[in-house]
């Protein structure tokens, strides 16, 4: 099984230089954490204010207030899923296999429309043929470092039509996978990936699959 890596400076890059395998991605405007902002939510879901998304990670001693993001399930045109390796920067559960990607919804932005946005800002490529699959997803979970994720966080499935360039400082490397292999792997070694994702996973996410 070989995954393609992203790349860190496409301008810079000769293209002969690089494995067929690989993929090339870069910074695109918009992704950067200093400029989002997420939404908290209250116990019941309603919006309750919102935080920079650069501080609102915390270890699990300070604890991460409950906010609003999305998880995005990607299927290529042979039904294959994309998986996607966490960049080694990422604050939170950084090097990990998960799925296509993740985000937050802006301030006035529904989940289903961020997840378009940010399809093309983090996988370089758009997503049609976006579905709810587990629309009341909740789940809390800390890192090897001690950062909580703790989140209502909508599970969609989407489609894409050709290989992601991802941004470089998002994802490390991807892959595509057969689902039942996905399963297979996720039934024999969950803790191998993201625990949202075994989560999903458990919960039926991959369902008709």
Not at 74 to 92: H, I, M, N, Q
Not at 103 to 121: K, L
């Amino acid at each position: 099984m070989t995954s393609c890596a992203a790349q860190p400076d496409p301008a810079a890059a000769d293209p002969h230089a690089v494995p067929q395998t690989s993929e090339q991605g870069g910074t695109r405007d918009g992704h950067r954490d200093a400029e989002e902002v997420v939404v908290l939510l209250a116990e019941d879901g309603t919006p309750a204010g919102t935080e920079p998304k650069a501080t609102v990670h915390r270890h699990q001693n300070e604890g991460t207030p409950l906010h609003l993001a999305f998880s995005c399930h990607v299927y290529g045109p042979d039904g294959r899923f994309l998986l996607t390796r966490r960049a080694l920067a990422k604050k939170t559960f950084p090097g990990v296999w998960t799925n296509g990607f993740c985000g937050h919804p802006g301030v006035e932005e529904t989940p289903a429309e961020a997840v378009g946005r940010r399809a093309v800002q983090e996988l370089g490529v758009p997503v049609h043929s976006v579905e709810p699959v587990l629309p009341d997803f909740r789940y809390r979970a800390v890192d090897a470092a001690g950062v909580e994720e703790n989140e209502i966080c909508p599970v969609f499935r989407a489609q894409t039509d050709g290989d992601p360039a991802p941004v470089w400082d998002e994802v490390a490397e991807w892959e595509w996978v057969q689902v039942a292999d996905l399963t297979a792997a996720l039934a024999a070694v969950p803790a191998a990936f993201s625990p949202w994702l075994a989560q999903q996973w458990r919960q039926g996410a991959f369902e008709g699959r």
